[in-house]
């Protein structure tokens, strides 16, 4: 009987070790291949939404081009209620855009879709410097709009009469 206690003795924490071990390894491997499998995940879904931000952007900007080309918004003969009345018009159909606004060459809010801080001077804000350049201007991040309470990126471009 003391040879058997004796096996069971060496041959017992072997065992033991051996599934340890075992146990250890396939653990590690499955935590590994996991955490491989979510960040392979995250970045094909980060790729798709950087993407989709991309061509969101590329259209809002062509909506500006195309907008500032307008021979409605440039023509000193129409009123700057029809102006208006064309942007709310453009916003209802694009859907993308929480406002537009006009603005006079000193920065001054000549006119709103909302009708929000009319008269209200713009002038040194990043996105009239760029207009009144003549560059068409998009912040690279969005910046929290006073008039909306909201986090907003602004577009712009100059209007030439």
Known sequence: MKIKQKILLVV???????????????????????????????KLTGENTVDKISRVMFERVADIK???GSNLLSDPDINLIQKVNFLRSAER??????????????????????????GLNESQKPFFTHAIRGEIYYDKTPVLSESLS?????FSAPLYT
Do not use: C
């Open 93 to 118: 159909a694009y859907k993308s855009y929480a406002s537009m606004s006009l603005y006079d060459k000193d920065g001054i809010k000549i006119g709103d879709t909302r009708s929000l801080y009319v």
């Open 150 to 154: 909201q986090y907003v990126i602004h």
């Open 66 to 68: 195309f907008l500032s």
């Open 12 to 42: 017992l924490p072997v065992v033991v070790v051996s599934i340890l071990a075992i146990s250890s390894i396939a653990l590690n491997n499955f935590f590994v291949s996991t955490k491989n499998e979510i960040i392979d995940k995250l």
